[in-house]
């Protein structure tokens, strides 16, 4: 299927060559950023998620990574997920996830929260991609990381990280993007209720634990079943009134 006229701009950005650092992935965001207009619900997710990488991978914490390496190599995996994913569903691909398309049906809805748009799209990213980013990295550095591992122990601390971050991130969400009293209508605290992002991560490594086991039909059965509950969740996101 041909990708829409009016989406040709964005389509070109995340179908482009696949982002081999972090800042090539920063540079990609910064380019949605800056091309998607406030009434488009994907601007929002990527403005949260271009916040939480610049935090995560510009700011490391005190004591530094244990593995620094693994870490920028699984968020710039991570990311092509994104990116892949968005041009699937631009370009009306038949394997786009349920859980992408919760969130790419709606871009331009009314009614709908800055706010509902950032997390259906955390939602996801996280609950149907981290899982699969991980298993990638797996292979591309040949390491099976374990709990309390040096990637494990760094996967935790991003989690300390976006506790810090998100908060601010929220705010911005909520208020506008020049701190006028805006799209908070009190949804917050029930769009919050549905989702929780370190749970997620945590259960995503969890989930790539338990697909490391599975192959063939079991793996697809799996990652479908996976898909179907992390969509439905996705539009009681977006719904939530």
């Known amino acids: ?17 696949p982002p081999a650092s972090i800042n090539d992935v920063i540079a990609k965001m910064e ?3 800056g091309l998607l207009a406030d009434n488009d619900g994907l601007k929002w997710f990527n403005r949260l998620y271009l916040m939480v990488t ?36 631009l370009d009306g691909s038949t394997d786009t996830a349920s859980s992408w398309n919760a969130l790419m049906e709606v871009r331009f809805k009314t009614g709908i929260d800055r706010i509902q748009f950032a997390l259906a799209g955390m939602n996801a990213h996280i609950n149907h991609d981290l899982a699969l980013a991980l298993l990638a990295t797996d292979s591309e550095t040949n390491l099976t990381p374990g709990y309390n591992s040096p990637q494990h122990v760094d996967y935790q601390a991003v989690n300390d990280l976006l506790n810090r971050v998100m908060p601010n991130a929220l705010e911005m969400l909520a208020a506008g993007i020049l701190g006028m009293a805006a799209q908070d209508t009190g949804k917050i605290g029930r769009v919050l209720a549905f ?3 370190c749970r997620a991560r945590d259960l ?11 192959g063939g039909i079991a793996r697809i059965v799996a990652l479908t079943a996976q898909d179907q509950m992390t969509g439905a969740l996705g539009r009681a996101i977006v719904m939530a009134v």
């Not at 299927?1 to 060559?17: G, R």
């Not at 990116?83 to 569903?89: E, I, L, P, S």
């Not at 995503?204 to 599975?214: E, K, Q, S, T």
């Open 1 to 17: 299927m041909s990708v829409n006229q009016s989406d040709q701009p964005l389509y070109a950005i995340v179908s482009s060559a």
């Open 31 to 33: 380019q949605i950023d």
């Open 54 to 89: 610049k935090e995560v991978d510009l700011r490391p914490p005190a004591g530094g990574w244990k593995d620094a390496d693994w870490l920028l190599r699984l968020d710039v995996v991570f990311a092509g997920f994104y990116f892949r994913a968005v041009a699937g569903a």
């Open 195 to 197: 989702w929780n992002i």
């Open 204 to 214: 995503a490594w969890n989930f790539a634990d338990h697909l490391r086991g599975l």
